[in-house]
């Protein structure tokens, strides 16, 4: 199993103490782009996809997570059975 598999398998149970940095990783991975960062908040952008836009905090709130995986789900079903 590869660390990214390792990463997806880990936001996918959606743990309470998820690292800014990790879902940044899995957001880059699936093609969003971190158009800028305006105060404590970074903008994620993809063409033909919605929006997000994440507090740099850690831990990640498990609503952002939510939005996320539902922004992601066809990246992730492509690494994760």
């Known amino acids: 199993m590869t660390r990214k598999e390792k990463l997806y398998k ?4 959606k743990p309470k103490d998820l690292r ?11 093609a969003y782009i971190c158009s800028h960062i ?4 970074a903008i994620f952008t993809k063409p033909n996809s919605i929006t997000l836009t994440i507090p740099i905090k850690t831990p990640v709130k498990s609503y952002l997570i939510d ?3 539902t922004a992601v789900e066809d990246c992730l079903s492509d690494y994760v059975l």
């Open 10 to 13: 880990r936001i996918l149970s």
């Open 20 to 30: 800014f940095e990790e879902l940044e990783k899995v957001l880059i991975n699936c």
């Open 38 to 41: 305006k105060g404590s908040h």
């Open 67 to 69: 939005q996320v995986l």
